[in-house]
């Protein structure tokens, strides 16, 4: 009898196979391909999805799939974070597309001991042949695409050497990165070519990849740039990390062949993990380096690397069969002399650009676009429901240029906690004398240093607190101001990161910045100075 069910049920079994093999399309998507994430945000999109009983929630800000706002009643770019409802692992569900019948899975299979995981998305359609399931990917995809129009995803390699989606990053503007003029224009235009010339290599049977070596001064802008470009021309960012333990010769080339055709790989501070000193067949070991060739405000701790690739990994893995086409590869260093010919020669890194410190000319840019008024707050200060009297602020300072002005005196000044002491005026600033007085710092601009005017009730605290803001400048005071600024950076002597941390310093003083970056150039150059003949002592 038991016998008899067994069979029976076995019959079942396999006659519901056939029956799914014959009348239904299934497709399987893995996490660590970019289809699975289409088919999220696709899968979030459906009408019938909102139907479903048995969700798992997502508040992580990586996805881009349809969520519901939470909102807490507040400012929803602070206060609320996108909640997603995603496929319960092991759950099924059943949708309608098109009039046809729909069947969903999420599964989640452990390695290695519960140490990793990888999820798969089934989707079973009820189809005779492909077109509905090429149907849907495409929407799928295309959806995706829009959704991340004004984004940019940076992926990394995990564990298992697969891609893994790590953030998305809004866009930065190219013209934000503040270079000497034309060299932003030049890497984006080249990037933007080379992509659209696949016949062109196709025709003469060159592999169709492109390296740019980005060199220089640390804090120069070359990570910013690369974010940027990838946001200019819509390509994701793949970090290739080579230092990442568990890395290997056979995981790098894999992980290279598994780039998309169409992306940014990004290598940053080649030169940690390879020098010449090193055999091209030995596991590099960068810890010997020291960053002593830089001075003291470019000196940076290197990562220690515990990876295992060996040079010859890294040129086989960059130019053999499995490189992918279409790849654009960037890599940044701080010590270009340092890197092997052989990494650097045209084929592997087509393009060097140097990266150097900061110029006049780039001072004063820096400090024009630092002190701009932002479109959103010129547009709030407008819309202001207690507007101030014409050419008069809210915080007393009156304004000859008729220039729309923000009112300080309401919300965006915090109370101040501790009393602030007398500020002196500039005496070099070249503006009219009918221009503003000296702002006073806010109390949000104290250092803890300067703890003698402060009740003993204040908060103690090192730094600038970020709410408060900078009076609004007209454009010509502005540019006066960014001019004397600019007078006092010396020609490529500090970087572009130290001279923005300075203005960040004086983030609602611009009047304070213009005047004392003199004394805070000579301190920096002073200390630098001392920390070199330490080292030469040593
Ligand atoms: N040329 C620049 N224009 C505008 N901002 C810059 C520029 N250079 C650096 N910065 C600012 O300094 C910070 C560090 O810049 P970034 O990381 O791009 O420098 P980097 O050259 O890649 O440095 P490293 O070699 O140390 O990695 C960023 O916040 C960036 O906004």
């Not at 402060?454 to 730094?463: E, Q």
Request: net charge negative; glycine share 8%; proline share 7%.
């Amino acid at each position: 009898m038991g016998s008899l069910f067994e069979t029976a049920r076995r019959l079942l079994s396999s006659l519901w196979d056939a029956l799914i093999n014959a009348f239904f399309i299934t497709a399987d998507f893995e996490d660590d391909d970019v289809s699975f994430q289409w088919i999220m945000h696709w899968l979030s999109e459906q009408p019938s999805w909102k139907g479903a009983r048995n969700v798992q929630i997502s508040t992580s800000n990586f996805d881009l799939l349809h969520g519901v706002e939470i909102d807490s009643g507040e400012d929803s770019s602070t206060h609320s974070r996108k909640v997603t409802y995603l496929p319960a692992v092991s759950e099924s569900y059943t949708l309608w597309y098109k009039y046809r019948w729909m069947g969903v899975t999420r599964a989640v299979q452990s390695s290695q001991g519960g140490w990793s995981t990888r999820e798969t998305l089934t989707l079973s359609v009820m189809a005779r042949d492909h077109g509905i399931l090429a149907k849907i990917l495409q929407d799928a995809k295309n959806g995706y695409i829009k959704a991340r129009e004004d984004k940019i995803t940076i992926y990394v390699s995990d564990s298992m050497n697969g891609w893994r989606g790590l953030a998305t990053r809004p866009k930065r503007p190219l013209n934000s990165i503040i270079l000497d003029p034309g060299t932003a224009e030049l890497v984006v235009e080249d990037v933007r070519d080379f992509l659209s010339s696949k016949e062109w290599y196709a025709e003469r049977g060159i592999p169709f990849r492109r390296g740019y070596l980005l060199h220089g001064a640390p804090g120069s802008g070359k990570t910013s740039l690369i974010h940027s470009i990838a946001g200019e021309l819509g390509l994701d960012v793949y970090i290739i990390s080579l230092s990442r333990s568990g890395l290997d010769d056979t995981s790098l080339a894999d992980l290279i062949s598994d780039l998309p055709e169409r992306c940014i790989a990004l290598m940053e501070d080649i030169d940690a993990a390879f020098h010449p000193g090193l055999s091209r067949e030995t596991p590099h070991a960068s810890s010997m380096q020291t960053p002593n060739d830089l001075g003291p405000d470019m000196q940076r701790t290197r990562p220690q690397p515990s990876g295992r690739v060996s040079l010859s990994g890294l040129l086989n893995a960059l130019d053999g069969i499995g490189a992918q086409e279409g790849r654009v590869l960037f890599a940044t260093t701080n010590k270009y002399n340092s890197l092997d010919p052989a990494l650097r020669r045209p084929g592997r890194m087509d393009l060097h650009i140097e990266f150097k410190l900061a110029s006049r000319f780039q001072a004063e840019e820096l400090f024009k676009r630092f002190y701009a008024p932002s479109p959103s707050a010129s547009a709030r200060g407008s819309e202001s429901k207690h507007p101030t009297a014409l050419g008069k602020r809210g915080n007393g300072h009156v304004d000859t240029t008729g220039d729309p002005l923000i009112d300080l005196s309401e919300s965006q000044a915090p109370p101040a906690p501790f009393s602030s002491s007398s500020p002196s005026p500039s005496p070099s600033f070249p503006s009219s004398p009918s221009s503003p007085p000296y702002p006073s710092p806010t109390a949000t601009e104290k250092h803890e240093e300067n703890t003698s005017d402060r009740p003993a009730s204040g908060p103690t605290y090192v730094g600038v607190v970020h709410s408060g803001r900078a009076p609004t400048l007209s454009r010509d005071q502005i540019n006066a101001l960014a001019a004397q600024f600019a007078l006092a950076v010396p020609e490529r002597q500090l970087s572009m990161a130290s001279l923005q941390g300075f203005l960040m310093m004086h983030k609602t003083r611009p009047f304070e910045a213009a005047a004392d970056v003199e004394a805070w150039v000579e301190k920096e150059l002073m200390e630098r100075r001392e920390a070199e003949k330490g080292e030469n002592e040593q």
